[in-house]
């Protein structure tokens, strides 16, 4: 079975700096995805960024970025120029890659993230 | 677009007691999960519908949780009777069914946090 562990229970970060959260994995599938969802305070989650495993390039999606180390089944989420909105819980999530394996995701216990103006 | 809507948000209930919880996905994903967040844990699969068969529902975690979706559309997740450890968030997600078997971005809904005295 895959679990998702992310070992930073809370971060802080000042506004404008960057920002890095952990997220290992344990797999023994080749392909996979991996995402990173944010939930706002009373507010829904919503998906961050994705990576596809048999993409050796990091995705990117504006100031939000990853580093995916698939060797190290490392997947860090790193945000650049925090912003006061940045501020979130953030779940790392693992999935399958066909549907016929199932569309599960599992996800990590989350991260805190506080923004400090 | 509506995203997915979730009732009610907040539902506090005595051990023993029943509690159904409903979940509106977006019009015309025929992809539906049920997740569970118990205090401070990882988000936990419970169950996914594709219309309104259960594709899986290997997380779900004992017979007194049933759910429903009659009709393809929206979803009711009852406990009966609840148990202290079944407190948590409760979240719903769906998705549309891809072709090529891809994973497809689930959207999810707001959740709803029941709590059981």
């Known amino acids: 079975a895959q679990t998702v562990t992310q070992s930073q229970p809370e971060m802080s970060v000042q506004e404008a700096e960057t920002v890095t959260l952990s997220c290992t994995y344990d797999t023994s599938e080749s392909d996979y995805y991996l995402f990173w969802y944010k939930q706002p305070p009373s507010r829904q989650m919503i998906l961050v960024i994705r990576?596809?495993?048999?993409?050796?390039q990091n995705a990117t999606e504006n100031r939000f970025s990853v580093n995916f180390q698939k060797a190290a089944k490392s997947f860090s989420l790193k945000i650049s120029d925090s912003q006061l909105g940045d501020a979130a819980m953030y779940f790392c999530?693992?999935?399958?890659?066909?549907?016929?394996?199932?569309?599960?995701?599992?996800f990590g216990a989350g991260t805190i993230l506080r923004v400090k103006s | 677009e509506a995203g997915v809507t979730q009732f009610p948000s907040h539902s506090v209930i005595e051990k023993g007691q029943t509690v159904t919880l409903r979940c509106d996905p977006i019009?015309?994903?025929?992809?539906l999960y049920w997740y569970r967040r118990v205090m401070g844990k990882e988000i936990k699969f419970l169950l996914h519908f594709v219309k309104e068969s259960k594709q899986d529902e290997s997380g779900m975690p004992n017979n007194r949780f049933l759910a429903e979706r009659t009709g393809g559309t929206y979803s009711t997740l009852k406990v009966q009777p609840a148990e202290l450890e079944d407190s948590g968030v409760y979240f719903c997600?769906?998705?549309?069914?891809?072709?090529?078997?891809?994973?497809?971005?689930?959207?999810f809904g707001p959740g709803t946090r029941l709590t059981v005295t």
């Open positions: 997600a769906s998705s549309q069914v891809r072709e090529d078997n891809r994973a497809e971005e689930q959207y």
């Open positions: 019009s015309g994903h025929d992809n």
């Open positions: 999530a693992y999935r399958r890659f066909l549907m016929e394996y199932g569309n599960k995701l599992v």
């Open positions: 990576q596809e495993a048999y993409k050796q």
